[in-house]
């Protein structure tokens, strides 16, 4: 079983940063893709924002190319997923989660979820 602990996230005027972590533990954490989802207020579903991939490949949402970034660190136990979030708008306000597919078993794992809030 794999554990996600996000941190970081908070209240941000428009314009300036945030940086969100994952770290990965448990199973083979080597294998799997790993990336940020988020869910808006009032919204059912949640969008991918940034992937990273064991390829080494990162796809990123069309609303925040060349705003965010992110980037994986690997250990023989664990792997750090950082989303560099950069000139923040009031629309990236959303629930932010951590997102693990395993690429041998295809399990999923979900971190807890960090709240950002970007004030206008």
């Known amino acids: 079983q794999m554990q996600l602990v996000e941190s970081g996230g908070g209240l941000v005027q428009a314009g300036g940063s945030l940086r969100l972590s994952c770290t990965a533990s448990?199973?083979?954490?080597?294998?799997?893709?790993m990336g940020w989802f988020r869910q808006a207020p009032g919204k059912q579903q949640r969008e991918l924002v940034a992937?990273?991939?064991?390829?080494?490949?990162?796809?990123?949402a069309d609303s925040v190319k060349g705003r965010f970034v992110i980037s994986r660190e690997s250990t023989k136990t664990t792997i750090t997923v950082v989303l560099q979030m950069n000139s923040l708008l009031p629309e990236d306000t959303a629930v932010y989660y951590c997102?693990?597919?395993?690429?041998?078993?295809?399990?999923?794992?979900w971190g807890q979820g960090t709240q950002v809030t970007v004030s206008s």
């Open positions: 997102y693990a597919h395993n690429m041998l078993t295809s399990d999923d794992a």
């Open positions: 448990g199973r083979a954490v080597g294998t799997d893709n």
């Open positions: 992937i990273t991939r064991v390829s080494g490949s990162t796809n990123y």
